[in-house]
C-alpha cells in the first residue's frame, strides 16, 4: 500500500473513533457486541489444561476484526487478570473473511465468532481458580467504527483427581472453524512489485476450485489487490499479489484457504513461508504443446505407434527373440501361430491393465510416478534379474517346463505349455519394455496421466495393442511365417543362443541393482539366483524328499531377497559412482541452478536419465560421453546437468510431466538468450547432433 493510501486508511479510522467518542454517536445503533468465557470443563484438577472460549456475538450489520486486520481496523487484545501462576496459550483465531470498507480492505468476521485458547493450571492449585481476562475490540459498520471492551471470567473447582473432557459440540464447532496446522514447505519472494508464495501442498491443481492468502504479516501485500493463483509444477501452488514491501520478512506467516471442486466445504491451514532467493521458487516449465493440445483420439493413435515402435528399442530385444523362436515353432501351424499371437498379445494387454492400474492409483494418491516406476524399486528389479536368470537356464537346457513339472498338475501344463509360454513372454515384455519411451510415446503417456481413467487406461491399452500388434499380424499371415526359417535341428542351437542375451540382461539389472541398493544387495540376490537354481535342479529329480528340499531353498532364497530394503536402500557413493557413464564435468540437476544459469545466459544441456534405461544408457555411451561431444561442450562453455531418475525422485518427476513426459530419457538444450524455452531433443542422440547444436554457443 503507497503513502496516501496508508494516509487515508489512517484518516479514515481516526475520523470513525472521533465519531465513537461523539456526543451524537449515543443517539446512533451501536454494535452492542457481547462478550462470554466459557470453559470446556466443569473442574480441573491441579496442573491440568483446559480449553477456554471466548464468543463474540457480533450484531447483524457490524464486522470485528482479524489478528491482522488489513488496510485499517484493530485486533481483539486480551489482558488476563489474576492468572499468577496460570500458563495462557494465545489466542486461537477462525479463518477471516476478507471485505471492502470505503476502498479500504480488512481481514475480519461479520457474524459471531469464537477465540480459543487453552490455559494450564499450577500443579500446586487449591480450591477454585478463576480466570479473569479483559478484552478490547474494535466493531465497525459501513458508517462508524465503535471500540468496544469487556471483561469476562470463569471459575473452575480444583479436584485432586484429573477430570475428563467431557464430549462439548460448541468446543467441537469452534474447533472445525479454526485452520489446521500445516508443515507444507513454503517460500516467499519479491518478483517485479509482487509477492510470490509458493507451497508444497497434497492437493492436485485439479481437485481445486480457487484459493486465497490471508497474510498475517502486516505491511507486506496490497490487501486491495487481486491474488492471482497458479500452479507452477504439479503439488505446487503459488499465490501471487501487489507487495507493500520492498523486501519480504524472514518468515511470512498467514492462513492459506482452498476451495475444492463440487460441493466440498472450504479447508484453511495455517501456512508458513521463509524467504528464498527469487531463482528458489519454481518457475514454469515450456510445457510441450504436443502433450497438452492433443485430443484423446491423437494420443491413442500416437500410443498404438509408440507401441509398435518399441518394438524397435533395445530393452524389449531379449523378450521378443524368445517370441521368434515361438513363431519359428509353429510356422506351419495356421491354428496354432493364431492362438498364440492372440496369447502373446492378451498377455501384454494384461500387464498394461495391471501397471497402468497401479500408477493411476498410487498417482491419484499423491505419489510422483512416471513410466517404468516398478524398476525404481530395487526389489523389483532383483526379482526380474532371477526372473532373466531361470528363463536363460531353460533356454540353455538346465531344466525344462515340462517333464518332472508337469507332473505336478497332470499333464495340464505339458499339453498347454506354447499357450501359457505366449502369455507369459507378452507379460514379460511388457515388464522390460517399460524403462523405454519410443517416440510419439512420450506425449501419449503425459496426456493419459492427466485424463479421467477410462480415458488413461484406453492410451495405456492402445500402447501396449501397438507393441504386440507385429507378432499378432504375423501370426495370421502364412506367407510371412513361410518365410521364416523351417524348424529342424538348428533351433535347438538357437535356442540355447537366445540364453545368452537373457544371462546378460540380468548382467545388466544387476548393475542396475548396485547403484540403487549397493554391493549387499547384489550378493542377496546372488544367493537367491544359486538356491533358486538348486531348488529347479532338485525338482528335476522327482520324489517328495527332493520337492520338499527345493521348495526350502525357494523359501530361504525368497527371504534373503526381503531384506532388500526396496524403501530406503541407498548404495555406497563409491558404488554408485562406480560404472556409472556420465561426463566429467556434469553437475547434478536441481531446478534452482538451472534458474541461475538460465538467467545468467549461460547455455545448458540436460538429460533425464535412469541406470534401467537402456535407450538412456546406449545414449551416454555412444554420444554424450564421447571424447569429441564432451570437447566440444567444454569449448564452447555448456554446462551440463544430470537428472538421475534411477530412483524415484519426486522433484524430477515433476519436472518431466511438465515437459509432457512420463519417463525417461529427456534432453534439453537451454540456448543463450532463450530464456526458459529449451529445444527438445530426440531420444536418439548422435555425436554430430551434439557437436552441431553447440557449436553456435558462446565460449
Given at each position: 500500500m503507497t503513502f496516501d493510501r496508508s494516509l487515508g486508511a489512517l484518516a479514515a479510522c481516526s475520523i470513525a473513533l472521533l465519531l465513537a467518542f461523539m456526543g451524537p454517536a449515543q443517539a446512533m445503533d451501536t454494535p452492542d457486541t457481547g462478550l462470554s468465557l466459557y470453559a470446556a470443563q466443569s473442574s480441573a484438577a491441579p496442573g491440568e489444561t483446559?480449553?477456554?472460549?471466548?464468543?463474540?456475538?457480533?450484531?447483524?450489520?457490524?464486522?470485528?476484526?482479524?489478528?491482522?486486520?488489513?488496510?485499517?481496523?484493530?485486533?481483539?487484545?486480551?489482558?488476563?487478570?489474576?492468572?499468577?501462576?496460570?500458563?495462557?496459550?494465545?489466542?486461537?483465531?477462525?479463518?477471516?473473511?476478507?471485505?471492502?470498507?470505503?476502498g479500504f480492505t480488512n481481514y475480519g468476521y461479520l457474524k459471531s465468532f469464537t477465540l480459543l485458547t487453552e490455559a494450564v493450571l499450577p500443579a500446586n492449585a487449591k480450591d477454585n481458580v478463576t480466570l479473569s481476562a479483559d478484552l478490547e475490540w474494535l466493531a465497525c459498520d459501513d458508517k462508524i467504527c465503535v471500540?468496544?471492551?469487556?471483561?469476562?471470567?470463569?471459575?473452575?473447582?480444583?479436584?485432586?483427581?484429573?477430570?475428563?473432557?467431557?464430549?462439548?459440540?460448541?468446543?467441537?464447532?469452534?474447533?472445525?472453524?479454526?485452520?489446521?496446522?500445516?508443515?507444507?514447505?513454503?517460500?516467499?519472494?519479491?518478483?517485479?512489485?509482487?509477492?510470490?508464495?509458493?507451497?508444497?501442498?497434497?492437493?492436485?491443481?485439479?481437485?481445486?476450485?480457487?484459493?486465497?492468502?490471508?497474510?498475517?504479516?502486516?505491511?507486506?501485500?496490497?490487501?486491495?489487490?487481486?491474488?492471482?493463483?497458479?500452479?507452477?509444477?504439479?503439488?505446487?501452488?503459488?499465490?501471487?499479489?501487489?507487495?507493500?514491501?520492498?523486501?519480504?520478512?524472514?518468515?511470512?506467516?498467514?492462513?492459506?484457504?482452498?476451495?475444492?471442486?463440487?460441493?466440498?466445504?472450504?479447508?484453511?491451514?495455517?501456512?508458513?513461508?521463509?524467504?528464498?532467493?527469487?531463482?528458489?521458487?519454481?518457475?514454469?516449465?515450456?510445457?510441450?504443446?504436443?502433450?497438452?493440445?492433443?485430443?484423446?483420439?491423437?494420443?491413442?493413435?500416437?500410443?498404438?505407434?509408440?507401441?509398435?515402435?518399441?518394438?524397435?528399442?533395445?530393452?524389449?530385444?531379449?523378450v521378443l527373440s524368445l517370441k521368434a523362436l515361438s513363431l519359428a515353432q509353429s510356422s506351419s501351424k495356421t491354428a496354432h501361430a493364431k492362438r498364440d499371437g492372440w496369447l502373446y498379445t492378451a498377455g501384454i494387454l494384461s500387464a498394461f491393465a495391471v501397471l497402468a492400474g497401479v500408477l493411476l492409483l498410487l498417482r491419484a494418491a499423491g505419489s510422483?510416478?512416471?513410466?517404468?516406476?516398478?524398476?525404481?524399486?530395487?526389489?523389483?528389479?532383483a526379482i526380474l534379474a532371477l526372473v532373466m536368470f531361470v528363463i536363460g537356464l531353460n533356454l540353455i537346457g538346465a531344466f525344462e517346463f515340462s517333464g518332472r513339472f508337469a507332473n505336478l498338475g497332470q499333464g495340464w501344463l505339458e499339453r498347454r505349455s506354447g499357450a501359457a509360454q505366449s502369455f507369459a513372454t507378452g507379460v514379460l515384455a511388457t515388464v522390460v519394455a517399460t524403462p523405454c519411451t519410443a517416440p510419439l510415446m512420450a506425449s501419449a503417456l503425459s496426456f493419459a496421466l492427466n485424463q479421467p481413467p477410462l480415458a488413461s487406461m484406453a492410451i495405456f491399452m492402445a500402447l501396449g495393442f501397438g507393441l504386440a500388434l507385429p507378432f499378432l499380424l504375423l501370426s495370421y499371415s502364412a506367407r510371412l511365417r513361410a518365410a521364416l526359417p523351417r524348424p529342424g535341428a538348428w533351433m535347438d542351437s538357437f535356442k540355447q543362443l537366445l540364453a545368452f542375451p537373457m544371462f546378460a540382461t540380468m548382467l545388466w539389472l544387476l548393475w542396475v541393482l548396485s547403484n540403487q541398493a549397493g554391493s549387499e544387495a547384489i550378493v542377496l540376490t546372488l544367493c537367491a539366483a544359486l538356491l533358486t537354481g538348486f531348488a529347479l535342479w532338485?525338482?528335476?529329480?522327482?520324489?517328495?524328499?527332493?520337492?520338499?528340499?527345493?521348495?526350502?531353498?525357494?523359501?530361504?532364497?525368497?527371504?534373503?531377497?526381503?531384506?532388500?530394503?526396496y524403501a530406503d536402500a541407498q548404495g555406497s557413493a563409491e558404488t554408485q559412482a562406480a560404472g556409472r557413464m556420465e561426463p566429467a564435468f556434469a553437475e547434478t540437476f536441481s531446478e534452482a541452478r538451472l534458474a541461475e544459469l538460465v538467467r545468467a545466459d549461460t547455455p545448458v544441456f540436460v538429460y533425464f536419465t535412469a541406470d534401467w534405461c537402456i535407450t538412456c544408457k546406449a545414449n551416454e555411451r555412444l554420444a554424450l560421453n564421447t571424447s569429441d561431444v564432451q570437447a566440444a561442450f567444454k569449448a564452447s562453455g555448456i554446462k551440463v546437468l544430470k537428472a538421475d531418475w534411477t530412483r524415484r525422485d519426486a522433484k524430477i518427476a515433476r519436472v518431466l510431466e511438465t515437459f509432457g513426459r512420463a519417463g525417461v530419457p529427456l534432453y534439453l538444450y537451454y540456448k543463450p538468450g532463450a530464456g526458459a524455452n529449451p529445444q527438445e531433443l530426440p531420444q536418439i542422440l548422435r555425436p554430430s547432433m551434439l557437436i552441431d547444436l553447440v557449436k553456435d554457443a558462446p565460449a
Open positions: 483446559v480449553a477456554l472460549a471466548f464468543e463474540f456475538t457480533v450484531k447483524p450489520g457490524w464486522h470485528l476484526y482479524w489478528k491482522n486486520p488489513g488496510d485499517t481496523g484493530l485486533a481483539p487484545t486480551l489482558i488476563w487478570n489474576g492468572t499468577e501462576g496460570v500458563d495462557v496459550a494465545p489466542l486461537q483465531f477462525p479463518t477471516p473473511s476478507s471485505f471492502s470498507f470505503a471500540p468496544e471492551g469487556g471483561s469476562a471470567a470463569v471459575t473452575l473447582p480444583v479436584d485432586s483427581a484429573p477430570q475428563q473432557h467431557p464430549a462439548d459440540r460448541y468446543f467441537a464447532q469452534a474447533r472445525a472453524l479454526l485452520p489446521m496446522d500445516a508443515d507444507w514447505v513454503g517460500g516467499a519472494a519479491i518478483d517485479d512489485g509482487d509477492v510470490r508464495l509458493q507451497y508444497q501442498v497434497p492437493f492436485a491443481e485439479a481437485d481445486i476450485d480457487g484459493a486465497v492468502f490471508y497474510t498475517e504479516t502486516p505491511s507486506l501485500v496490497d490487501y486491495e489487490a487481486p491474488q492471482s493463483v497458479s500452479w507452477p509444477a504439479p503439488g505446487i501452488v503459488e499465490i501471487r499479489v501487489k507487495a507493500q514491501a520492498d523486501v519480504v520478512p524472514e518468515t511470512v506467516l498467514g492462513v492459506l484457504q482452498f476451495t475444492p471442486k463440487g460441493d466440498a466445504p472450504s479447508q484453511a491451514f495455517n501456512v508458513e513461508a521463509q524467504s528464498v532467493a527469487l531463482d528458489a521458487l519454481v518457475e514454469p516449465a515450456a510445457v510441450s504443446k504436443l502433450a497438452l493440445d492433443i485430443s484423446l483420439s491423437t494420443a491413442v493413435f500416437f500410443a498404438l505407434v509408440g507401441g509398435l515402435l518399441l518394438n524397435l528399442m533395445p530393452c524389449v530385444f531379449p510422483q510416478l512416471g513410466w517404468g516406476f516398478q524398476l525404481q524399486s530395487p526389489l523389483v528389479v532338485v525338482f528335476q529329480r522327482g520324489g517328495p524328499a527332493a520337492t520338499a528340499t527345493g521348495i526350502a531353498a525357494l523359501i530361504i532364497g525368497a527371504v534373503g531377497l526381503k531384506q532388500i530394503d
